[in-house]
């Protein structure tokens, strides 16, 4: 499992890959994914559903993310913006 | 009398002068201290770190990683219209009654496939508040992934977080109904039908014309 997080002026970082099933490489994603959502990231894990239809899942806590999923992508929350200038 | 006029005009003119002289004076340190501080957030970035100085390459090379991975979420149909219309379609939850445009770094537009009319536009930002380069924005594609999960994974949530507006308050109109044109040329090339008929081709599950008549 990858840990990614969108950055500005850079495109998305690996913050730590691992394996779930290997109990200290588990521990270390668990730690990074907190610390993500401590400094206000939404994590989302990006799914493929049987009918073809891609969707993604936010997740609030290390145990929502499914343990076959290969990437959580942490991005900053929404904030409800006004961009200036029109199309 | 001249001289008597002269003279008193000297006389005012140096008295406005002693009057005026501390809250010029005022205006002139803070204009100093203002310029200072715009100096130092140029060297600096607002938060106090990071270079604020634009590299295109840096930037090109933030959105080409964004773009790898915008694809490597959607699915392929999605992917084509990003990359040939530069801007995604999602469907809303509740079928194909109404649906969204997601452009980068602008509002999204909510509109009703089957009309085209346009509903609303819903401006939500994914700001970065720790700028590593000086900068809170994320690259274009990033932020289109970031509306995409955020509104196929919670829609209520988003638009909950979104400042609601009515169509045309920041994307022009006749540019949305552009797009849709576009889409619709789009699709009929691709596939030979627009969506709103065929509906739901984009991975969406199988067409609901229950769905079509009731928009």
Redesign the interface.
Known sequence: MKL?R???????IVLVEGDVEVAEEERALIEAFRRELD??M?A?V?TR?T????????VKSFAEVPRDAERV?F?????????G??? | MLLGLATAALVLSALVWVLAWPSLRARLLHARSHARAWRAELAHGPAGGGELDYDPGRERRAERRARALLRSCVNEREWAMYRDLGFLRVFGRSGVRYAYLVYPHKPIVAYVPRTGALLSEYCVAFPDHSRPYGSARLPDSDDVLAKWMALTADERGLIADANMHLPGRQVDPRRVRRDLARLADWEREREGAPADTRARQDGLGKWDPDNVRAA
């Open positions: 990614l969108m950055k500005p002026g850079h495109g998305e400094a206000g939404w989302a990006p559903r009918d073809g239809r891609r969707e993604a899942e936010l992508i991005f900053p929350r929404a904030a409800g913006g006004a961009p200038t029109a199309l």
